[in-house]
């Protein structure tokens, strides 16, 4: 039973720090490299599917490159990508969360002592 609850709380340590690590990369190399909100949300990771809106009756934009625009342009997606692509993104990175933090509670973190 004592094992169990280590196991536990070793996952949900790891799932917290993975959850920060997957909020930093995506703010780093997802958000506004491959879709641009004119008016975003604060850490695109922690609010899924919130990434990009029609304004104002303008449709989302498909665009070569990603820039910076300004409230009254449309929010933009990179060619190639979708709104689907990016939900399947971001599963991938919760999956990727969630085995390495099974496989981190699975491990002893202290070594034991040997009694000699």
């Not at 917290?16 to 850490?43: G, R, S």
């Not at 609010?47 to 490159?65: M, Q, T």
């Given at each position: 039973?004592?094992?169990?609850?280590?196991?536990?709380?070793?996952?949900?340590?790891?799932?917290?720090?993975?959850?920060?690590?997957?909020?930093?990369?995506?703010?780093?190399?997802?958000?506004?490299?491959?879709?641009?909100?004119?008016?975003?949300?604060?850490?695109?990771?922690?609010?899924?599917?919130?990434?990009?809106?029609?304004?104002?009756?303008?449709?989302?934009?498909?665009?070569?490159?990603?820039?910076?625009?300004?409230?009254?342009?449309?929010?933009?997606?990179?060619e190639?990508?979708?709104?689907?692509?990016?939900?399947?993104?971001?599963?991938?990175?919760?999956?990727?969360?969630?085995?390495?933090s099974?496989?981190?509670?699975?491990?002893?973190?202290?070594?034991?002592?040997?009694?000699?």
């Amino acid at each position: 039973m004592i094992r169990m609850f280590k196991s536990a709380a070793k996952f949900v340590i790891v799932m917290f720090v993975m959850t920060i690590v997957c909020t930093v990369v995506w703010q780093e190399f997802v958000t506004d490299k491959l879709y641009n909100c004119t008016d975003p949300a604060w850490l695109d990771f922690l609010s899924p599917g919130d990434w990009v809106h029609i304004h104002d009756g303008k449709p989302v934009a498909f665009v070569p490159v990603i820039i910076g625009g300004s409230m009254s342009d449309p929010d933009t997606i990179k060619e190639g990508w979708s709104v689907a692509r990016l939900w399947y993104l971001w599963y991938l990175f919760v999956a990727v969360s969630v085995v390495i933090s099974v496989l981190l509670a699975r491990i002893r973190w202290i070594p034991k002592q040997s009694k000699e």
